[in-house]
C-alpha cells in the first residue's frame, strides 16, 4: 500500500489500512553510516531508507547488507601447498 505517514507516496509493506503497522508506527530516518547509498530517497519530512524501516538495525553486527556505497572485499585464502607433491612436479 502507498505510505500516508512518513514517506508519502511510496509503496511501502508495512502500510495498512489502519495505518503503519511498524513498530512505532513509522519509519526512521537514515543514519550517518547510510549517507551516500542509492536507497536512500528524501521525502519532506526527511531521508529515509527505502529498503529497510529502521537503517540503525542493518548496521548493527557490521555493515548493512543492502548498502550500494560498501564495497566489501574478499579475503583470499593462501593455498597450502604439500612440499612433496611440489618437489615432484619439477
Given at each position: 500500500?502507498?505510505?500516508?505517514?512518513?514517506?508519502?507516496?511510496?509503496?511501502?509493506?508495512f502500510?495498512?489500512?489502519?495505518?503503519?503497522?511498524?513498530?512505532?508506527?513509522?519509519?526512521?530516518?537514515?543514519?550517518?553510516?547510510?549517507?551516500?547509498?542509492q536507497?536512500?530517497?528524501?521525502?519532506?519530512?526527511?531521508?529515509?531508507?527505502?529498503?529497510?524501516?529502521?537503517?540503525?538495525?542493518?548496521?548493527?553486527?557490521?555493515?548493512?547488507?543492502?548498502?550500494?556505497?560498501?564495497?566489501?572485499?574478499?579475503?583470499?585464502?593462501?593455498?597450502?601447498?604439500?612440499?612433496?607433491?611440489?618437489?615432484?612436479r619439477?
Open positions: 500500500m502507498i505510505c500516508t505517514t512518513v514517506r508519502e507516496g511510496d509503496d511501502c509493506v502500510m495498512t489500512k489502519e495505518g503503519c503497522g511498524y513498530n512505532g508506527g513509522a519509519c526512521l530516518p537514515i543514519i550517518d553510516q547510510c549517507n551516500g547509498c536507497r536512500t530517497s528524501k521525502f519532506e519530512t526527511g531521508v529515509y531508507c527505502i529498503a529497510a524501516p529502521d537503517p540503525s538495525l542493518k548496521w548493527k553486527n557490521g555493515n548493512c547488507n543492502t548498502a550500494t556505497h560498501v564495497k566489501t572485499v574478499a579475503a583470499k585464502k593462501k593455498q597450502k601447498i604439500n612440499p612433496i607433491k611440489a618437489s615432484k619439477r
